[in-house]
């Protein structure tokens, strides 16, 4: 059953996230609570809005911990300071530790995780920097932002001339068989991967 009471005191932190319009924090803490882990890492904080869904989940479970990694101020598009990430995510500060460190390489740092959340301005390039890395030290499941038409669409992504995310994952699964995905819409979009 999800807990829904947060939402009597909610002030509505500044979360500066794609994810908030359509309510993707229910679906956070939900895999939180389906899947109960232990261990999850989250590529790509900014201001904490998956972070603080997941460790509401994971205080909810009783266990696990979320190690969160983002360049805040040091990213060169758009993002905010630390310390925004900080002051809404102060209530779990028992189950979130936040690191400054580009995403590329932490992989290194971890045998064995349940469960990764990419959010890295997503396009197919980023991707296929990252997950490769991951995909056989996940035991549970992987969470990227995007994979819908209307995501591989943002300006950006054209102008930049960037991999579209859908384009991506139809190439990655045809190299490696023995992984499913299934992309969640409305926008941003949510697409999970794992393993058969």
Known sequence: ???????????????????????????FYSLMRLYRPEKVVELGTKAGYSAYHMARGLKANGKGTLDCYDLWGKYEFSSVP??????????YKNIVSLNLRN?????????????LHVDLSNEGGILEKIIPY???????????????????????????????????????????????????????????????
């Open 103 to 115: 995403a590329i390489g932490v992989d290194k740092k971890y045998k064995k995780i349940d469960i």
């Open 134 to 196: 991951w995909i056989d030290k996940v035991r549970q499941v992987i969470i990227l932002e995007g994979g819908s038409k209307e995501h591989d669409k943002l300006p950006w992504i054209k102008k930049f001339k960037k991999i579209p995310v859908e384009k991506w994952l139809t190439d990655f699964t045809r190299k490696h068989p023995n992984i499913e995905h299934v992309t969640i819409e409305p926008f941003p979009s949510v697409t999970i991967l794992r393993k058969k």
């Open 82 to 91: 630390q310390a925004v990430a900080e002051k809404n995510l102060k209530k």
């Open 1 to 27: 059953m999800f807990n829904l009471s947060y939402r009597k005191n909610w002030t509505n932190p500044p979360w500066y996230s794609s994810y908030e319009k359509s309510n993707y924090g229910d679906f």
